[in-house]
Structures are given as structure tokens and as C-alpha cells.
Nanobody, 122 residues
Framework: VQLVESGGGLVQPGGSLRLSCAAS????????MSWVRQAPEKGPEWVSS????????YYLDSVKGRFTISRDNAKNTVYLQMNSLKPEDTALYYC????????????????WGQGTQVTVSS
């Protein structure tokens, strides 16, 4: 199993980024997927989850209306579109496989990517 994130970078407040997570080594369409972030000197924070079919999604309250999770099962990829970014969104963003559809209980995730850095600063 391999999860590879990309799309991070430096963006000004109010800007946008789209993160991608390319999955391989398993039947992607069978699994829920999630995004988790970790800011400097803070613990991990669940951000969003999506069910295998892509029709059910969940969000951290502070990102609702700004972030959109989606997936393309034909491309084995999950995305996180981030709009209206704020400095407090600065973090290392990880995608993870969520075999139990545990959403915010990321102790139940079984595979994680290496992360992609998002920095929101003027």
C-alpha cells in the first residue's frame, strides 16, 4: 500500500490549493479515505473523510464551507480542495486509509502518506 500526497505549497491568506493523494497497492474504491493535518508543535487534527463511493463526506467544523473532499476511483486519487485559506490552516497534511470508516478517530487508520506542507502566510 502506498499513499503519495502532492499539491502543497505557500499561499497567501484567502488563496486556494488543491491537494491530491495518489493511492496504490489496494482496491481504492473499497475504502473510505481521510485527510489529517498537523500544525507545528500541535497534535494531529482530523480534517475530512469520504466514503468509498464518494457520495458521503464529513468535515471538521472549522473547514466546512471552505474545503471540499472528493475522489476519483478510476484514478485511485483523493483530493482536498482548500479555498479561503487562513494562517491557522498551516500544517502538514496527510491522507490516510480509513478501513473502518472511523472518520475523526484516526487511531483506526491503517496506512498514511508522507504528508504535504501547506503554509498560509502573507
Amino acid at each position: 500500500v502506498q499513499l503519495v500526497e502532492s499539491g502543497g505549497g505557500l499561499v497567501q491568506p484567502g488563496g486556494s490549493l488543491r491537494l491530491s493523494c495518489a493511492a496504490s497497492g489496494f482496491t481504492f474504491s473499497d475504502y473510505a479515505m481521510s485527510w489529517v493535518r498537523q500544525a507545528p508543535e500541535k497534535g494531529p487534527e482530523w480534517v475530512s473523510s469520504i466514503r468509498p463511493g464518494g457520495n458521503v463526506v464529513y468535515y471538521l467544523d472549522s473547514v466546512k464551507g471552505r474545503f471540499t473532499i472528493s475522489r476519483d476511483n478510476a484514478k485511485n486519487t483523493v483530493y482536498l480542495q482548500m479555498n479561503s485559506l487562513k494562517p491557522e490552516d498551516t500544517a502538514l497534511y496527510y491522507c490516510a486509509r480509513d478501513p473502518r470508516a472511523a472518520n475523526s478517530d484516526f487511531s483506526k487508520y491503517d496506512y498514511w502518506g508522507q504528508g504535504t506542507q501547506v503554509t498560509v502566510s502573507s
